[in-house]
């Protein structure tokens, strides 16, 4: 016995007053009704109804289960409506895991715009430039920068690529010279951003060349503010995101160096669990991220959307 089917034909029998009704409604063939009825009365070892060729009654047993099941059926629609409806509108909590500058510098002034046109969503965003388990953690997406593959359940949407760039302050470099090749900065002091998959190593690259530099700093810190907050106070230099330093390098604050090589890049990904029956409110907000960070492309699986960055 298929036991939903069953309260469905017992609860539509009842409602309709009729075996034929019943059929006709739920597109069965009577016989397939008398022996869905027949089947709960078996596996409940109570009768549920009395029937004659011309009347359909309950029985004491059958106004009890009646009452009971027809709650949890409609129930049961409630939910499936509520599950339909965050489908198909942007309703609903909505939790996000966002590196702290990319966010602070990027969405986080759009957000509240974001939250209005969708009044419908709830959000709750987690500043923290450590990965958190999407699936484990309960989130719904996560804005990451990364070559590796880590997870291969989870779906890339790519937005945006941070181009690096050298640089120090006009003071450091009048104390300690300005490098002229990768090479030289073996010799200067760098500040470390340790949470990069490039941390402990950087590259450059010109004309097909490229050169790699170990980096093992005095200062490593898990902040790329910090970051900056050294190279301006002219501690040392660093490869840090142009994007982080794009004021202190038109102000003069800061000055790039070995402009002519090509320094490491990180593309930006939307992560997210699945693109199967994909709620709207995530939807919209992955909408919202590539209109904000203006780079956006179809999604991929991370097997393919990671594999494309430079090792």
């Given at each position: 016995?298929?036991?939903?089917?069953?309260?469905?034909?017992?609860?539509?029998?009842?409602?309709?007053?009729?075996?034929?009704?019943?059929?006709?409604?739920?597109?069965?063939?009577?016989?397939?009704?008398?022996?869905?009825?027949?089947?709960?009365?078996?596996?409940?070892?109570?009768?549920?109804?009395?029937?004659?060729?011309?009347?359909?009654?309950?029985?004491?047993?059958?106004?009890?289960?009646?009452?009971?099941?027809?709650?949890?059926?409609?129930?049961?629609?409630?939910?499936?409506?509520?599950?339909?409806?965050?489908?198909?509108?942007?309703?609903?909590?909505?939790?996000?895991?966002?590196?702290?500058?990319?966010?602070?510098?990027?969405?986080?002034?759009?957000?509240?715009?974001?939250?209005?046109?969708?009044?419908?969503?709830?959000?709750?965003?987690?500043?923290?430039?450590?990965?958190?388990?999407?699936?484990?953690?309960?989130?719904?997406?996560?804005?990451?920068?990364?070559?590796?593959?880590?997870?291969?359940?989870?779906?890339?949407?790519?937005?945006?690529?941070?181009k690096h760039v050298l640089c120090?302050?006009?003071?450091?470099?009048?104390?300690?010279?300005?490098?002229?090749?990768?090479?030289?900065?073996?010799?200067?002091?760098?500040?470390?951003?340790?949470?990069s998959d490039h941390s402990a190593?950087?590259?450059?690259?010109?004309?097909?060349?490229?050169?790699?530099?170990?980096?093992?700093?005095?200062?490593?810190?898990?902040?790329?503010?910090?970051?900056?907050?050294?190279?301006?106070?002219?501690?040392?230099?660093?490869?840090?995101?142009?994007?982080?330093?794009?004021?202190?390098?038109?102000?003069?604050?800061?000055?790039?160096?070995?402009?002519?090589?090509?320094?490491?890049?990180?593309?930006?990904?939307?992560?997210?669990?699945?693109?199967?029956?994909?709620?709207?409110?995530?939807?919209?907000?992955?909408?919202?991220?590539?209109?904000?960070?203006?780079?956006?492309?179809?999604?991929?699986?991370?097997?393919?959307a990671f594999a494309a960055l430079?090792?």
């Open positions: 016995m298929d036991r939903m089917t069953a309260l469905l034909v017992f609860r539509t029998v009842v409602s309709l007053g009729s075996f034929t009704a019943a059929a006709k409604q739920l597109r069965l063939s009577p016989a397939a009704v008398s022996k869905n009825i027949g089947e709960l009365e078996a596996h409940l070892r109570a009768r549920l109804l009395n029937r004659t060729t011309r009347r359909l009654s309950l029985t004491e047993a059958g106004t009890h289960y009646y009452e009971r099941i027809s709650r949890v059926l409609d129930d049961l629609d409630e939910a499936d409506g509520s599950v339909g409806e965050l489908q198909q509108r942007p309703t609903g909590h909505l939790r996000v895991s966002a590196p702290i500058t990319l966010t602070l510098l990027t969405i986080s002034q759009s957000v509240p715009r974001f939250l209005e046109r969708h009044p419908g969503i709830s959000l709750d965003l987690r500043l923290d430039d450590r990965r958190v388990d999407l699936i484990r953690d309960g989130y719904d997406c996560a804005l990451r920068g990364s070559d590796k593959l880590e997870d291969s359940r989870l779906v890339a949407r790519k937005l945006m690529v941070l120090a302050s006009p003071a450091y470099f009048r104390r300690f010279g300005t490098p002229e090749n990768p090479a030289d900065l073996l010799q200067h002091t760098c500040v470390q951003f340790t949470l190593v950087w590259a450059f690259r010109k004309h097909g060349e490229t050169v790699s530099i170990p980096v093992d700093a005095r200062y490593k810190v898990s902040s790329s503010l910090a970051v900056r907050d050294a190279l301006l106070a002219g501690f040392g230099l660093s490869l840090i995101p142009e994007l982080y330093v794009r004021r202190q390098l038109a102000e003069g604050a800061l000055v790039p160096v070995l402009a002519d090589w090509q320094g490491d890049e990180t593309a930006i990904y939307a992560v997210y669990p699945s693109r199967h029956f994909l709620p709207a409110k995530i939807k919209v907000f992955l909408n919202f991220l590539v209109a904000e960070l203006g780079e956006g492309e179809p999604e991929a699986s991370p097997a393919t430079p090792a």
